[in-house]
């Protein structure tokens, strides 16, 4: 399996930016799909972001449609999510995830491929 490596959250107030990375490692990153979920405390994990083997197709949920932006290098085996105007709300533990097709991501299905060990997000007020 593809081992992942997500960073870049942090406290950021509320309308501010923060672009989160993930880097992998162990197998071909071109091989897969790459995507973002999020967990907030006592809530599921959900699907957030995902973008296609070579970057073409890129998907997001409704709640930060053109809010984010997602993309891959797949030359430096990185994956990132640009996260501007936020909110409140999008404070939660973010985890970057690596399967080999789209559809059970986008659809939030979390029991699939490998995942990064999540990194902070908090939006204040």
């Known amino acids: 399996q593809v081992q992942l490596v997500d960073a870049g959250g942090g406290l950021v107030q509320a309308g501010g930016s923060l672009r989160l990375s993930c880097a992998a490692s162990?197998?071909?990153?071109?091989?897969?799909?790459m995507g973002w979920f999020r967990q907030a405390p006592g809530k599921e994990r959900e699907f957030v972001a995902a973008?296609?083997?070579?970057?073409?197709?890129?998907y997001y949920a409704d709640s930060v449609k053109g809010r984010f932006a997602i993309s891959r290098d797949n030359a430096k085996n990185t994956a990132y999510l640009q996260m501007n105007s936020l909110k409140p709300e999008d404070t939660a533990v973010y985890y970057c995830?690596?399967?080999?097709?789209?559809?059970?991501?986008?659809?939030?299905?979390?029991?699939?491929?490998?995942w990064g060990q999540g990194t902070q997000v908090t939006v204040s007020s």
């Open positions: 995830n690596a399967r080999s097709e789209i559809a059970t991501m986008t659809l939030g299905l979390p029991n699939y491929g490998s």
């Open positions: 162990g197998r071909t990153f071109s091989n897969y799909v």
């Open positions: 973008i296609s083997w070579g970057g073409g197709s890129t």
